[in-house]
């Protein structure tokens, strides 16, 4: 693997929130910078329905991910859409590993984001894409007139059942918990839906089938239930996307921890965004600390060279 023999400034992994907003303020930094994604806008592509970003009473996630892209191509910085494999560091440089060369920066700020969480149940991973699915707004289309299970009660799982309502057939909500987690108000719409049965204290064991699904078997007080549907939506959550970085301090859960200026343990390395253990994980916050991060990348570099 060849290294790329230029010097970068600040060296940005994601475009999500995070990631957009801190290429956006690096860029009115002047900064020497390159941004590596896989996607641009991040989960937010995945939401149907915003109504609590700032600016914005309703905005389809769609719709506000072309927002972000119209907003960094005013900028001119290299965006290279590639996963990057790897961050390592040597002689207070960064090295950013990808499949087609390493890149050297003098910062970094990683803005991954999270990935959806599995069941880890068997089936799972052979009817993954053929009925198991983990985007609602991706795939629900898909299930017009079927039958339909929903697995998680927090936020993520409702905004799904709700979407659902308007195209499954029947809709069964599956919550490991005595009760749903999500807020009231998207409990009691689902509860007002003659399409929505709602298992509380129900979990998954096995998602079944032949070339796709079929249903899924649910033990509820001991007892062992088949429910026959012909999709499962996963919606338990996320874990962060913070596997790249091995030096770097990070809590039980696997998130980044960093201060209140987006700085690691690791001078010079940063970062912002869900991959982080800054709470509450939603797009006005992950904006807000990208902004915070490039912030103080740039702060970082000028004590260092005298900008």
Known sequence: MSCVSSLYD???IGAGPAGI??????????????????SIG????????IENYTGFQYITGEELTAKFKEH???????LRMEEVKKVEQEDNRFMVRIDSG???SKTVIVATGRKPRELGVPGEMEFKNRGVSYCATCDAPLFEGLDVAVVGGGNSGLEAVLQLTKIA?????IEVMPRLKADAVLVEKAQASDKVEIWTKTRVVEI????????????RNGEETSLPVQGVFVEIGSVPNSDLVDFVEKNRWGEIIVNCRCETNVPGLFAAGDVTNVPEKQIVVAAGEGCKAALST???LSKRRGL
Request: no cysteine.
């Open 72 to 78: 960094i191509d005013r900028y001119d910085f290299e």
């Open 21 to 38: 907003t801190a290429s956006i303020y690096a860029a009115r930094n002047k900064l020497n910078f390159i941004v590596f994604a896989t």
């Open 42 to 49: 991040g989960q937010v592509v995945l939401s149907s329905e």
């Open 10 to 12: 600040l060296a940005i």
């Open 102 to 104: 390493t890149y050297l």
């Open 169 to 173: 057939k029947r809709i069964h909500l």
């Open 298 to 300: 740039f702060r970082y």
């Open 208 to 219: 079944f089938g032949d070339k796709t699904v079929k249903g899924v078997k649910v033990q």
